[in-house]
């Protein structure tokens, strides 16, 4: 008999954490959100503020390797988040290219959707979650870790930021039973 799994990049919804796969009409919404904090854009690789929001926009649509999520906090857009790499013969996948304004995050929030995101991807078959962040963004490192993951190294100047940084990326997987306490804990 055969069996099916779940698709992957589907809405995901829990409690007032809702998920939505990236459309044209969450354009403006999102660039709202982008806009609340300008100087978080230097240490991405790409940038979502003023002038640079448009074609960006345009290329998460559009980026096949990348599945990107409008994030919302109850009906307010605050965000973004995404699957990519998705490998099912290897049963990986990356989330990343996350972020939530600074309203939304440093609480709960982030806990719950990566609870929704990782629980979903755990049904989907997958066993091992990685998380790619540069290694100056020490609040996201510090929120990879609250999750459980174990750091596996780091790449050394391995991806050059629009800016023209060369930037050092911290690895990161969590793998079934690594999930922190905090992350079970956490009501979806």
Same mark, same amino acid.
């Given at each position: 008999m055969a069996t099916t799994t779940p698709d992957l990049y589907v809405p995901l919804?829990? *409690?007032?954490?809702? $998920?939505?796969?990236?459309?044209e009409d969450h354009r403006?919404?999102?660039?709202?959100?982008?806009?609340? @904090?300008d100087e978080i854009w230097a240490i991405y690789p790409y940038s979502m503020a003023g002038?640079?929001?448009? *074609?960006?926009?345009?290329? $998460? $649509?559009? @980026? *096949?390797?990348r599945r990107v999520y409008a994030v919302h906090d109850g009906d307010t857009l605050v965000g973004m988040t995404s699957y990519y790499d998705h490998s099912p013969a290897n049963s990986s996948v990356a989330i990343g290219g996350t972020y939530i304004a600074p309203a939304a995050r440093g609480g709960p929030f982030n806990?719950?959707?990566k609870r929704l995101m990782i629980d979903h991807a755990r049904a989907c078959g997958i066993h091992r979650i990685v998380f790619e962040v540069d290694t100056r963004n020490t609040r996201s490192i510090a929120a990879v870790l609250k999750l459980g993951a174990v750091r596996e190294g780091t790449l050394r100047q391995n991806r050059t930021t629009w800016t023209g940084y060369l930037r050092d990326t911290a690895i990161?997987? $969590?793998l079934p039973g690594e999930e922190s306490a905090a992350l079970r804990g956490v009501a979806t």
């Amino acid at each position: 008999m055969a069996t099916t799994t779940p698709d992957l990049y589907v809405p995901l919804s829990a *409690g007032r954490v809702h $998920l939505e796969p990236l459309t044209e009409d969450h354009r403006e919404p999102l660039r709202a959100a982008c806009a609340l @904090d300008d100087e978080i854009w230097a240490i991405y690789p790409y940038s979502m503020a003023g002038a640079a929001f448009a *074609g960006n926009f345009y290329a $998460l $649509l559009s @980026d *096949g390797r990348r599945r990107v999520y409008a994030v919302h906090d109850g009906d307010t857009l605050v965000g973004m988040t995404s699957y990519y790499d998705h490998s099912p013969a290897n049963s990986s996948v990356a989330i990343g290219g996350t972020y939530i304004a600074p309203a939304a995050r440093g609480g709960p929030f982030n806990l719950a959707m990566k609870r929704l995101m990782i629980d979903h991807a755990r049904a989907c078959g997958i066993h091992r979650i990685v998380f790619e962040v540069d290694t100056r963004n020490t609040r996201s490192i510090a929120a990879v870790l609250k999750l459980g993951a174990v750091r596996e190294g780091t790449l050394r100047q391995n991806r050059t930021t629009w800016t023209g940084y060369l930037r050092d990326t911290a690895i990161f997987s $969590l793998l079934p039973g690594e999930e922190s306490a905090a992350l079970r804990g956490v009501a979806t």
